[in-house]
């Protein structure tokens, strides 16, 4: 059943900025991308920035003008001592409960601290609790800030949730699982209550992902205002080191006077000078800023030395994602640059990819074969992350990064802690003969999630055991296994074809029975996975398996989440021209209305990050 | 004034000299201000969900009209390092742009072992650098860390001392070739005139300090000092100093 949160009697709908979606439109988006419907802002910057949020569509005001008429910040929040939390009756007949309490930010960040970090903290001197690698505490706690902008949040939210009402073994798991007594219950909705009043967003996300009820929930206008404008110099100094890696030169700086320059930068000048990069200043930022941006997202520095690469190539592959988007960059939406069926290619590159030849000099494009099928599959890609499914990790860290490139956040590894107890079954759509353990340890695509309920809510929650199934016909160094000579000297990764093979570390079991595993094992492995319909399937939802065809569908399922793609570009965006690694919700929200709009270009979103408010706001 | 003098004079200026232009760092982390609780709009009371009645089919909604919007406050809380060096790409077009082409190429005469020119003793390792080489890409992994750290992070934001070593060498590459006149435009090493001393600021570190600040005229004045020692230092040497010291500050390594 659906859970069914009424506490604060509140909504979030959709008021774009622009005129509503059509219904037709919105039948659109309800089908395929419900997460768009969320897309609630209002934004107004305040003091010298005022309108500032104003200026990123040419002039036009692309978000939500401010509210009129209505006080911020005077009203007293009535809802949530006024409105008790109305829980589903068929899930809980109990008698009303009392008011829920209003928690302030500061108390709501202590009860989270305190009641989590035991499980998902990490220690002044780096020792994770047992659950860090799920939800990934930092040292001091979580913050606000963090939490407005975090992937995890909504499954953080969701966990709260099912804690209070959600059935029996309901994803993601209720933490604790222990049933809740009245004074834990009361905590609960104080804390689910100031989610939805402190991190709407987030809630929004998980109404969205976990298919909450949110038929009767108002929606929400988030009114920001910045405290502190940046000056012009300020804003251009931070414009033009993160667009072009250099400061604004003695002419660029003389359009302005000395005192504009001193003066808090205004719209219309923020939007004169990201319109540079368009026009003008347009090559020099594909040169620089585009590089820096490209590399981020395609995981460039860190393609590592794959066996039998030459350094030459390696140095081209870093590039070919960053060429990819330098090709498509004015006619190509940024979630299709993942998934395309088309290659940058080097002419030391080319070779790497069946039925390609490449230029004399330079890049071109080329078309990939089957099994790639888009980005993800690339040679560029896979050395990012150079592995194979003949070794431990089992190609789990490519599946983390195709999280980390879609969402712009890190799953992180975790080979150790409690199982958690009632395993669940597998779907029977997803492969369950890759039953590997090393030394007794799980290793393989059904091995993990068999282990025990926590193991499943990343292996299963998160993909990995689809993902695992899907990447197992790459080799470490990109290239592609072949059923037939795998194993054989001189092919891919035959030095861990045989060390898998030739110890007794390696087991399988089938049939009850636990086998050594041989090269038959792992061919019929391979062969499951290049068949052309691999059994893989990933929840969508808190219960429902879909089937994935590969790599690409992954990726689309993933990235069918606009919220969570849209931020992810943000966080690489901030990461590339500000090395800084925490976004602003604002940020966020720039980025997902660029989702609300015809095209999402690489310029559109390139546009939304340097006209966010949060680049001209200094700290306070 | 020795060859050697001259050397230690010109680091001492790097490593001391330098910090005075730091004064002007508008970095500041104090505690950010969370956003206020939500104003909200009462709300009435619709009565949703499924009912526990098992004969009668009760309707389960009602009509009740759409919700005002719930009107939630932020603030705009960007989250920034107090202090985040430049690149290395970014070190490299600053000094040209301050200094013009040609003025981050290493040459013999700086590397230890070389033969001196222009008086100034050789300062850079040998067996690190090669004349030809350009001194901020050479250095590109102590300005940049470790490349492996960047899979899903970002540059380290703190000052490091592999950082501040690469950027001594380059201010003293740097300051080498303006002492001996090696760079494509000489004049944007000028700095012995207070109008000349302001310009070389204005080129320099203008993206961060305005003319209208009242440390801009102090600090051009130290810069014209530097520039123009009393008693007078041998051939230029002075200029040498005080462009180096410019480069080596940490005004101009930080990012704005």
Known sequence: MRARWLGPRTAIVFIGPKAAPSSKTRRTMRNKTPLLQIVVLGLAVGGAAAGAACGSDGGGNTLAPTPTGTPTGTTAPPMDGAAPVDLDASVDATPPEPPVPVWADTEALAWLNLKCAACHGIDAKGVAALYYSAWPMAAGGVSKAYLETSELTPVAYQTILNRLIGPEGVTPSPMPVAKPDAAARLELRAILAWF??????????????YGNDTSTKAKVILNFKCEKPSTLRQFMSRFFYGALDRPPNAGELSKYTTAMLDAPVTVAQRLALVTLIETTLKTEFLDSGLRKLGTTIGGGPSVANPPALPANVINDLRDEFYNLMRAKYN???????????????????????????????????????APRDGYFTTVGFL???????????NNYGRVSRLYFTVYGETLLPATAGPSGEAIPALPTCLEGTDTRTFVGA??????????GKVCQSCHLGRHMAAGAVLFRPYARNGS???????????????DQFMAMTGTPDWKYTAGGVEKPVDAAYLKALLSVSTSGSPAACILEGSSTYVPVKGVADLANKLMSNKAGLSRGFMRHAHRAFQNSPNITLEMGLRAMQVYDGKTQHLPDLVRAYFLSDSLACEVQ | MTVQRRHAF???AVAVVGVPLVACDDGSSGPTTEAPPAATTPNPDPTTGPTTTPTTPTPTTTTTAPLPPRLVDGVVNPVRPAFQTKSSVQVRKSVIGCFGGNSTKIEAGMIVGGTPVGGVTPFLAAGTFSPGQDIVTAQAGLFDGDPDALKVGVRGDQLTLEYLTALRNTANVVGWRCVNNMVDDPSLCQCDT???????????IGDVVSPSNVKWAPLATDL???CTPTPPNVNTSGRGVAVASLVSSLTFAKLP
């Not at chain 1, 050395?383 to 990790?393: A, G, I, R, Y």
């Not at chain 2, 207070?194 to 320099?204: F, H, P, Q, S, V």
């Open chain 1, 442 to 451: 799980p290793r393989g695509a059904a091995a993990v999630p068999l282990f």
């Open chain 1, 196 to 209: 939805d009043r402190a991190l709407p967003l987030s809630v929004v996300d998980a109404d969205g992902r």
């Open chain 1, 480 to 494: 592609i296994f072949d059923t037939a000579t795998l194993g054989n000297a001189g092919t891919a990764d035959a």
């Open chain 1, 383 to 393: 050395t990012s992350k150079p592995m194979s499914f003949m070794q431990e990790s």
């Open chain 2, 224 to 226: 014209k000092n530097m």
């Open chain 2, 10 to 12: 010109l680091l001492m």
């Open chain 1, 331 to 369: 006619t190509t939406n940024y979630h299709d640059l993942f998934t395309m069926k088309e290659v940058m290619v080097s002419p030391a590159t080319a070779s790497l990819y069946a039925g390609c030849t490449g230029p004399a000099s330079g890049w071109a494009s080329c078309a990939i074969q």
């Open chain 2, 194 to 204: 207070d109008a000349k001393a302001e310009a070389m600021l204005a080129r320099c």
